[in-house]
């Protein structure tokens, strides 16, 4: 199994600060990551895919970079709907998800 | 308009079988590329890949589970079917159902709205 390991697992920020999630994978999977934001009570809605892919009406402040193991997420200006919980997982070998990164308004 | 819901009983008894289907529309699930898996999320946690199914009726499984559950199409009711046997109370979750395509890297790009299964005797 392909371990995805999400860094940190909650912040807090506020609003116009830059923002800079990590995810790592226990093997190489290539570019096949992806990024979810995810809000209470919601679906996950996808941002990001094959690494740094913006999704159609994704806001371009959302960026995705990495190959191989390392792969970030950045806002780069913290918005006050961008707070939610943000997943990683890749499709490389079947599908593992990050355990989350709560993004909070400090 | 890509559009999912899956629907299922709301609550099952510990070491029963729980049925879910997703029932789709927008797409076609006889269509090359495509495909409709299953994600799990306990209240509070992270979300958990379960299963999917691709358009040529191959399976892939969560390794952890894998003995538990089966996965099913119908293409002609554009529906996907879940069971999970052995049902226990770490199983209670929200599932939901999500449409990945080779087109997005095997991403998920659309989502059912979940439902709440609630496992307890």
């Known amino acids: 199994d392909i371990q995805m390991t999400q860094s940190p697992s909650s912040l807090s920020a506020s609003v116009g600060d830059r923002v800079t999630i990590t995810c790592r994978a226990s093997?190489?999977?290539?570019?096949?990551l992806n990024w979810y934001q995810q809000k209470p009570g919601k679906a996950p809605n996808l941002l990001i895919y094959a690494a740094s892919s913006l999704q159609s009406g994704v806001p371009s402040r959302f960026s995705g970079s990495g190959s191989g193991t390392d792969f970030t997420l950045t806002i780069s200006s913290l918005q006050p709907e961008d707070f939610a919980t943000y997943y990683c997982q890749q499709s490389f070998s079947t599908w593992t998800f990050g355990h989350g990164t709560k993004v909070e308004i400090k | 308009q890509i559009t999912l819901k899956e629907s299922g009983p709301p609550l099952v008894r510990p070491t029963q079988t729980l049925t879910l289907t997703c029932t789709f529309s927008g797409f076609s699930l006889s269509t090359n590329g495509v495909g409709v898996g299953w994600v799990r999320q306990p209240p509070g946690k992270a979300l958990e890949w379960l299963a999917l199914?691709?358009?040529?009726?191959?399976?892939r499984y969560s390794p952890s589970l894998r003995r538990r559950l089966t996965i099913t199409k119908d293409t002609s009711k554009s529906q996907v079917v879940l069971t999970v046997t052995d049902m226990d109370p770490v199983d209670t979750a929200t599932y939901f159902c999500?449409?990945?395509?080779?087109?997005?890297?095997?991403?998920?790009?659309?989502w059912g709205q979940g439902t709440l299964v609630t496992v307890s005797s």
């Open positions: 199914i691709y358009w040529d009726d191959d399976q």
């Open positions: 999500a449409h990945g395509s080779r087109h997005f890297d095997w991403s998920f790009d659309y």
């Open positions: 093997q190489s999977i290539n570019s096949d």
